[in-house]
């Protein structure tokens, strides 16, 4: 137990309820980072939620999010789309609370059968061989990558072969090994992305981009149902 004694000397924010502290958490980002800034209107909205995520306002230099890359993920949302993620931890992320009013479902490439048995036959990462197994699947949608570089590399390799592109690539794997080379081949291509720079980045903050995208989403929907009643009702 956290006694008065031990809390005299390290003051606590107030802030003690979830939306309460979440709320606190975006007014101390936006202090910690005043205009003008790198990003506006919806784009800051989906970097604050990476900031966020990370808990490092330091982030927003690394970051790549482009406004052609957020109107195709929120719409490819706004469709329901599927969205596929590398790792468990990054479908943890994406509650389903804000993507299956949507219509919208999510698939942890972790989950596909035999995986593991077709990475070690081939020799290959078992990140590499799901993004490869689903590769036909993933055209108009959105692929979140925040683990593992091979899998990035694969979708990338697998696009410049002629795969349809998904929607929209949020590639976000953290690491010291290709890491940062496969964000920078990524930042280079020409399909719609957001990435993050440099060795760092994780499930939680790929997750974050697309719950970002999310709540654009599900706010266009209902400003665009309240304009159709002022008009039909």
């Given at each position: 137990m956290v006694t008065a004694v031990m809390m005299r000397d390290i003051p606590l924010d107030p802030a003690a309820g979830p939306e309460e502290i979440e709320a606190r958490s975006i007014a101390i980002i936006d202090?910690?980072?005043?205009?003008?800034?790198?990003f506006a209107g919806a784009l800051w909205q989906v970097a604050r939620r990476c900031v966020h995520a990370v808990g490092d306002t330091g982030i927003v230099a690394d970051l790549r999010l482009s406004g052609e890359a957020l109107e195709a993920g929120v719409t490819a949302l706004a469709r329901g789309c599927a969205v596929y993620a590398d790792t468990r931890m990054a479908v943890a992320g994406m509650p389903?609370?804000?993507?299956?009013?949507?219509?919208?479902?999510?698939?942890?490439?972790p989950e596909i059968p035999g995986l593991e048995d077709v990475a070690a036959r081939r020799g290959v990462t078992r990140a590499r061989a799901a993004v490869e197994s689903v590769a036909g699947n993933l055209g108009?949608?959105?692929m979140v990558i925040g683990n593992a570089p091979t899998a990035l590399l694969a979708l990338?390799?697998?696009?410049e072969a002629?795969?349809?592109?998904?929607?929209?690539i949020v590639g976000?794997?953290?690491?010291?090994?290709?890491?940062?080379q496969s964000k920078e081949l990524l930042a280079r291509s020409p399909w719609p992305h957001f990435t993050l720079l440099g060795r760092r980045g994780g499930s939680a903050v790929a997750a974050a981009c697309v719950n970002a995208?999310?709540?654009?989403?599900?706010?266009?929907?209902?400003?665009?149902?309240?304009?159709w009643q002022t008009v039909h009702v």
């Open positions: 202090a910690a980072i005043p205009e003008p800034r790198p389903l609370r804000r993507l299956r009013p949507l219509g919208v479902t999510v698939t942890a490439l108009g949608q959105i990338l390799e697998a696009i002629g795969m349809s592109p998904p929607a929209l976000m794997p953290v690491g010291f090994v290709n890491a940062a995208l999310a709540e654009l989403a599900l706010t266009r929907r209902d400003i665009a149902f309240r304009e």
